[in-house]
């Protein structure tokens, strides 16, 4: 079993920065895929980033490429996403997943076994 908590987000203006963290229970952590979605109001939730345990693989969708970054520290049970550049329409509710089997298509919410409650990011214009 893997529990996880977000924290980092906040309102920030156009053009700023945040970095989310996703703290993560549990001892095989390190042997689990990792990803970010987020879900703005009204909207299904959108995959957003991902990373493999191995640190050699990462994923983005195009919205963002260029602008976040996903990390993880496998000794600290911890995934970070950094955002730059922050648009309006980045704003949402952004969640962090685990998945065990780390077998791909991690651009699926169906993938994850493990979510976050989440941490909301309010970006204005």
Known sequence: QVQLVESGGGLVQAGGSLRLSCAASGRTFS??????F????????E??????????NTYYVASVKGRFTISRDNTKNTVYLQMNSLKPE???VYHCAADKDSR?????LY???YWGQGTQVTVSS
């Open 111 to 113: 993938t994850y076994e």
């Open 38 to 45: 987020r879900q703005a109001p009204g909207k299904g939730r």
């Open 47 to 56: 995959f957003v980033a991902a990373i493999t345990w191995t640190n050699a």
């Open 104 to 108: 791909g298509n991690y651009n699926s």
């Open 31 to 36: 042997s689990y895929a990792m990803g970010w």
């Open 90 to 92: 980045d704003t949402a």
